[in-house]
């Protein structure tokens, strides 16, 4: 059963615009949340994260958006770039969880054409 | 500071065979993870070593062992290799607040 849920498997976005991804997630024991970018052939990176005592956090022009009592968060890529086409993974971590462990979402493909 | 290196990159087997994945990290991080990537599955926990000598299992552990050999690395070993193995493995290690991946290992079982 799949806790951190990516409902959109593609993404297509014209270069300049805004991506938004998005991501729910069923356990309300989860209190951190990461966003994760996927090239071809390589491993996951970190790209940004929000502790669930906010509602919005922003890094350049990325930005991540938290509405708990909807169990929803958003990625939002502003303005898009052609780099930017990876693969993008939600994941969440639950209170207390001292071992660290992350549940991740499947997936969105997000492709910015020029 | 190398980060998270896994070893092979590729690799192909028969249905049968065994082989052990090898991953280490060189930024001192107590957590360790072994991951699968399938399509549209996402990233699923195989198994996961909180520090040097525990280890435990995630959501898929059927069919792989592991072995935390020391801080620094985290083996997942194959005993008997199936087709249903053929995946991308990625193991990651973890500080405070994210975990960090290695560029996985492409596995095919034939």
């Known amino acids: 059963d799949q806790q951190v849920k990516q409902n959109s498997p593609s993404l297509s976005v014209q270069e300049g615009r805004i991506s938004i991804l998005n991501c729910d997630y069923t356990n309300s024991m989860f209190d951190y949340f990461l966003w994760y970018k996927k090239y071809p052939a390589e491993g996951p990176t970190f790209l940004i994260s929000?502790?669930?005592?906010?509602d919005k956090n922003e890094d350049g022009r990325f930005t991540v958006f938290l509405n708990k009592s909807a169990k929803h968060l958003s990625l939002h890529i502003v303005p898009s770039q052609p780099g930017d086409s990876a693969v993008y993974f939600c994941?969440?971590?639950?209170?207390?969880?001292?071992?660290?462990?992350?549940?991740f979402g499947r997936g969105t493909q997000l492709t910015v054409w020029p | 500071n190398a980060g998270v290196t896994q070893t092979p990159k590729f690799q192909v087997l028969k249905t049968g065979q065994s082989m052990t994945l090898q991953c280490a990290q060189d930024m001192n991080h107590n957590s360790m993870y072994w991951y699968r990537q399938d399509p549209g599955m996402g990233l699923r926990l195989i198994y996961y070593?909180?520090?040097?000598?525990?280890?435990d299992k995630g959501e898929v552990p059927n069919g792989y062992n592991v072995s935390r050999l020391n801080k620094r690395e985290f083996s997942l070993r194959l005993e008997s290799a199936a087709p249903s193995q053929t995946s991308v493995y990625f193991c990651?290690?973890?500080?405070?607040?994210?975990?960090?991946f290695g560029p996985g290992t492409r596995l095919t079982v034939t």
């Open positions: 994941a969440a971590r639950t209170r207390g969880s001292t071992l660290g462990r992350l549940y």
């Open positions: 929000i502790s669930s005592i906010k």
């Open positions: 990651a290690s973890r500080d405070n607040y994210e975990q960090y």
């Open positions: 070593s909180a520090s040097e000598g525990t280890t």
